[in-house]
Nanobody, 127 residues
Framework: VQLQACGGGLVQAGDSLTLSCAISGGTFSRNGMGWFRQGPGKERDLVAA????????YIVDSVKGRFTISRDNDKKTVYLQMNSLKPDDTAVYYCAAGPQMIITAPLPLKASDYNYWGQGTLVTVSS
C-alpha cells in the first residue's frame, strides 16, 4: 500500500486548502483513514479520521468547524478540506491508512492504529 499526499502550500490566514491523499494497492474501501499533522517542534497529532464511508468521521476539537475529512472510494482518495486557516495550522500533514474495519468499528484515533503513511505535505499559513 502506498499513499501519496498533495495539496499543501503557502497561504495566508483565513484562506482555504484541500489536501488529497491517493492510495494505491490494498483494499482501500475497507480501511479507516486519517490525517495527522506535525508542527515545528511538536508531536505528530491526529487531525481527523474517517471510517469506511463518509458517514462516520472524527475531527479534533482544535480544527472542528474548519476542517472536514471525506473520502471517495471509487477514486481511492481521502481529502482534508481546510477552511479559515490559522498560523497555528502550519505543519506537515500526513495521511495514513489504518486497518480494515467493519462499518461499526471504532474509528482509529491513535498513530499506532495506522499501518501505512504518506510522505507528508507542508502547509504554511502566514499571518
Amino acid at each position: 500500500v502506498q499513499l501519496q499526499a498533495c495539496g499543501g502550500g503557502l497561504v495566508q490566514a483565513g484562506d482555504s486548502l484541500t489536501l488529497s491523499c491517493a492510495i494505491s494497492g490494498g483494499t482501500f474501501s475497507r480501511n479507516g483513514m486519517g490525517w495527522f499533522r506535525q508542527g515545528p517542534g511538536k508531536e505528530r497529532d491526529l487531525v481527523a479520521a474517517i471510517g469506511r464511508n463518509n458517514a462516520r468521521t472524527y475531527i479534533v476539537d482544535s480544527v472542528k468547524g474548519r476542517f472536514t475529512i471525506s473520502r471517495d472510494n471509487d477514486k481511492k482518495t481521502v481529502y482534508l478540506q481546510m477552511n479559515s486557516l490559522k498560523p497555528d495550522d502550519t505543519a506537515v500533514y500526513y495521511c495514513a491508512a489504518g486497518p480494515q474495519m467493519i462499518i461499526t468499528a471504532p474509528l482509529p484515533l491513535k498513530a499506532s492504529d495506522y499501518n501505512y503513511w504518506g510522505q507528508g505535505t507542508l502547509v504554511t499559513v502566514s499571518s
